[in-house]
């Protein structure tokens, strides 16, 4: 089941709406910037269009637990794709650094099982209060543990 655009119910259903969703179109999508005949363009395409953006809506909506594998799936398949465009692999430490945001010294490749917990935490308080409102009784804090 999915209400508003997530997966409602257990991490096999979840990791299985989010690849369905998102993971199985992902391939088409970078493949896309593979045949782009201009690097710059295709890095700036992954970096705004089909890296973390792409994930945002999923790590704010869906514990973190329950998505752990789709996000590791998805930021793998991001770095392959930077490490394409670039024409070489990246040791482990330059992958941590692409990552990094762009103030940080990092190209802003951020990775969405960094930020899971963050986000899913953000959402829940940000929202917290108005669904108190809508239902008339307190919210547990039991969904963030």
């Keep these: 089941m999915d209400i508003l655009g997530s997966p409602i119910g257990s991490k096999v259903h979840t990791e299985s709406w989010v690849s369905q969703k998102l993971l199985k179109k992902l391939p088409a999508l970078l ?41 590791s799936q998805f930021d793998i398949s991001v770095i392959k794709e930077f490490e394409f465009l670039i ?13 990094l ?23 829940f308080f940000s929202s917290k209060v108005l669904a108190k409102l809508f239902l008339g009784k307190e919210i547990s804090n039991s969904f963030i543990q």
């Design 87 to 99: 024409g070489h692999g990246l040791p482990p430490h330059s992958i941590l650094q692409a990552q």
């Design 31 to 71: 493949d896309g910037l593979n045949r782009l005949d201009h690097l710059q363009s295709s890095f700036l395409l992954l970096l705004f269009c089909a890296s973390f953006c792409k994930m945002v809506w999923y790590i704010r909506t869906i514990p973190p637990k329950l998505i752990a594998d789709s996000c």
């Design 101 to 123: 945001g762009t103030k940080l010294g990092g190209l802003g490749l951020r990775s969405s099982t960094t930020h899971a917990a963050a986000a899913s935490i953000s959402s």
